[in-house]
């Protein structure tokens, strides 16, 4: 079914075209002059005009000549008494579909009708397509217009069809899990199994009996043969999330699946193949880990073939409104509310906080401002006090934290890792030492926070 006007003075052509189109199933619009039908085309989405050649207010190839500039996708017959065969040529270079004598048979103009909307469908689909070439880089309902977001993207797409290792590292909350399983739903493994496994979250023992499985007998409590994680993920993607924080018997193990893609179980002898994708996460600095003797330096090396980096939020503030609205959208709906926007102001301060828990942060943030919003406008009085406080701050004391800055010079890790102790610190004082309020204050989740606490051994 496709939208047709006909520009035609002539009651009589007006009358039988009407007739065949209706017939054909499509929608059909008339006028009776040349400026009518500018205004319809402009107005509608037209796919075809059958346009006379001798309107009364400007002759028909100028109308054609105008629609086929101004709406390349709209098609164009051209129906002419007197045609002469300078006028078809003259019509076919303007760039009519068909040149339809008058009088003509319903079967003629069924047959133009036909073939000139089959070829505009096919312009159209071209056009679609092309459009679809040029558009950003997306994944799934991924935000990400930051040039450096968009080279992720395209690294995501270009990997995802390889079996290839792939580190992702990046603060908490900048959408490392978020990218791995983009990773295998890109992947000719996404109807396989995605497995995802939390190494920070699991004392040594668990974790390699959850992982790599075990035999009967192999340590109390094992009363049955149980297959790990890896098997589990067999021919999908296993994604091994904080795998900074492990232990060194945990990591030769791994390594040993890395490079042989075999593992034996727990208490067992026997080799086991694998076909997984292996997806890695850190919220650390591997290469400093690996600097400390925290991290096998071979392992890391067949970790980082390929590896992406999440850049934190606050490097990233062009995707902060349209993050915003993402999620507006996203709460409105799933908690049946009828917010629709923010305000400038409100904007201006997310752009501004400095976001240490990132896009889940931001997340949260929203998600709050949108249940409790007593309007469909979402102003700065409902965000969060610390964000808009943050923000009133001048940029310079911002940035010069006190205690840090007056230590004496040191590495800018141990700097930097005392000052994150504190701030745990502080936070744990804050909560009453509730760890899973702290953790959402910080804006971190519960294990990151786990494993920060037991790297600094804060209890
Ligand atoms: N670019 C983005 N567009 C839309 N949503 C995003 C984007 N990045 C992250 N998110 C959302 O933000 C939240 C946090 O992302 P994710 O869990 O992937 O972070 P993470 O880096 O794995 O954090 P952690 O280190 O704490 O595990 C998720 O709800 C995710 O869907
Ligand atoms: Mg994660």
């Given at each position: 079914?496709?939208?047709?006007?006909?520009a035609?003075?002539?009651?009589?052509?007006?009358?039988?075209?009407?007739?065949?189109?209706?017939?054909?199933?499509?929608?059909?619009?008339?006028?009776?002059?040349?400026?009518?039908?500018?205004?319809?085309?402009?107005?509608?989405?037209?796919?075809?005009?059958?346009?006379?050649?001798?309107l009364?207010?400007?002759?028909?190839?100028?109308?054609l000549?105008?629609?086929?500039?101004?709406?390349?996708?709209?098609?164009?017959?051209?129906?002419?008494?007197?045609?002469?065969?300078?006028?078809?040529?003259?019509a076919?270079?303007?760039?009519?579909?068909?040149?339809?004598r008058?009088?003509?048979?319903?079967?003629?103009?069924?047959?133009?009708?036909?073939?000139?909307?089959?070829?505009?469908?096919?312009?159209?689909?071209?056009?679609?397509?092309?459009?679809?070439?040029?558009?950003?880089?997306?994944?799934?309902?991924?935000i990400?217009?930051?040039?450096r977001?968009?080279?992720?993207?395209?690294?995501?797409?270009?990997?995802?069809?390889?079996?290839?290792?792939?580190?992702?590292?990046?603060?908490?909350?900048?959408?490392?899990?978020?990218?791995?399983?983009?990773?295998?739903?890109?992947?000719?493994?996404?109807?396989?199994?995605?497995?995802?496994?939390?190494?920070?979250?699991?004392?040594?023992?668990?974790?390699e009996s959850?992982?790599?499985?075990?035999?009967?007998g192999?340590?109390?409590?094992?009363?049955?043969?149980?297959?790990?994680?890896?098997?589990?993920?067999?021919g999908?993607?296993?994604?091994?999330?904080?795998?900074?924080?492990?232990?060194?018997?945990?990591?030769?193990?791994?390594?040993?699946?890395?490079q042989?893609?075999?593992?034996e179980?727990?208490?067992?002898?026997?080799?086991?193949?694998?076909?997984?994708?292996?997806?890695?996460?850190?919220?650390?600095?591997?290469?400093?880990?690996?600097?400390?003797?925290?991290?096998?330096?071979?392992?890391?090396?067949?970790?980082?073939?390929?590896?992406?980096?999440?850049?934190?939020?606050?490097?990233?503030?062009?995707?902060?409104p349209?993050?915003?609205?993402?999620?507006?959208?996203?709460?409105?709906?799933?908690?049946?509310?009828?917010?629709?926007?923010?305000?400038?102001?409100?904007?201006?301060?997310?752009?501004?906080?400095?976001?240490?828990?990132?896009?889940?942060?931001?997340?949260?943030?929203?998600?709050?401002?949108?249940?409790?919003?007593?309007?469909?406008?979402?102003?700065?009085?409902?965000?969060?006090?610390?964000?808009?406080?943050?923000?009133?701050?001048?940029?310079?004391?911002?940035?010069?934290?006190?205690?840090?800055?007056?230590?004496?010079?040191?590495?800018?890790?141990?700097?930097?890792?005392?000052?994150?102790?504190?701030?745990?610190?502080?936070?744990?004082?804050h909560?009453?030492?509730?760890?899973?309020?702290?953790?959402?204050?910080?804006?971190?989740?519960?294990?990151?926070?786990?494993?920060?606490?037991?790297?600094?051994?804060?209890?």
């Amino acid at each position: 079914m496709a939208k047709v006007l006909v520009a035609d003075s002539d009651p009589q052509s007006q009358e039988s075209l009407h007739d065949v189109l209706v017939r054909s199933g499509h929608i059909v619009e008339a006028t009776t002059t040349g400026e009518a039908a500018i205004r319809a085309v402009d107005d509608g989405d037209i796919d075809l005009l059958i346009c006379d050649a001798d309107l009364p207010d400007l002759p028909g190839i100028e109308l054609l000549a105008a629609v086929r500039r101004s709406h390349p996708t709209t098609a164009v017959i051209l129906t002419t008494a007197f045609g002469s065969v300078d006028d078809a040529v003259h019509a076919m270079r303007e760039g009519a579909a068909d040149l339809l004598r008058k009088p003509f048979s319903a079967d003629q103009a069924r047959l133009a009708i036909d073939r000139a909307l089959e070829r505009s469908l096919l312009v159209r689909e071209n056009q679609n397509l092309r459009q679809a070439l040029d558009d950003r880089v997306q994944i799934g309902n991924l935000i990400g217009e930051d040039p450096r977001m968009q080279a992720i993207f395209k690294t995501v797409r270009a990997v995802a069809d390889t079996r290839t290792t792939v580190l992702v590292t990046g603060e908490s909350g900048t959408g490392k899990t978020v990218v791995a399983r983009g990773l295998h739903a890109l992947s000719p493994r996404r109807n396989g199994p995605f497995v995802e496994v939390n190494c920070g979250a699991l004392p040594e023992t668990l974790l390699e009996s959850e992982l790599f499985g075990h035999v009967r007998g192999s340590f109390t409590g094992a009363i049955k043969d149980k297959p790990g994680k890896f098997e589990a993920a067999h021919g999908g993607t296993i994604f091994l999330d904080e795998i900074g924080t492990s232990t060194p018997a945990f990591q030769v193990r791994l390594l040993r699946v890395l490079q042989d893609r075999v593992l034996e179980r727990v208490g067992d002898n026997r080799t086991i193949a694998l076909d997984v994708r292996i997806v890695l996460a850190t919220n650390l600095d591997l290469e400093q880990a690996v600097r400390d003797g925290r991290f096998r330096e071979d392992l890391y090396y067949r970790i980082n073939v390929v590896s992406i980096e999440m850049p934190p939020l606050r490097q990233r503030q062009e995707d902060i409104p349209a993050l915003a609205m993402h999620f507006l959208r996203r709460f409105a709906k799933d908690h049946g509310k009828r917010v629709e926007r923010l305000t400038p102001a409100a904007t201006a301060v997310l752009r501004r906080a400095r976001w240490p828990g990132n896009v889940r942060q931001l997340e949260n943030v929203l998600e709050r401002a949108v249940v409790f919003s007593q309007s469909p406008v979402i102003d700065v009085a409902d965000l969060p006090p610390n964000l808009v406080e943050q923000d009133a701050l001048p940029a310079a004391a911002n940035a010069a934290t006190p205690p840090v800055a007056l230590e004496p010079v040191q590495p800018l890790r141990t700097a930097l890792d005392a000052a994150e102790r504190r701030i745990l610190e502080q936070a744990l004082v804050h909560c009453d030492g509730n760890r899973e309020r702290a953790a959402k204050v910080l804006g971190i989740n519960r294990s990151t926070l786990f494993a920060k606490l037991r790297r600094y051994g804060v209890r």
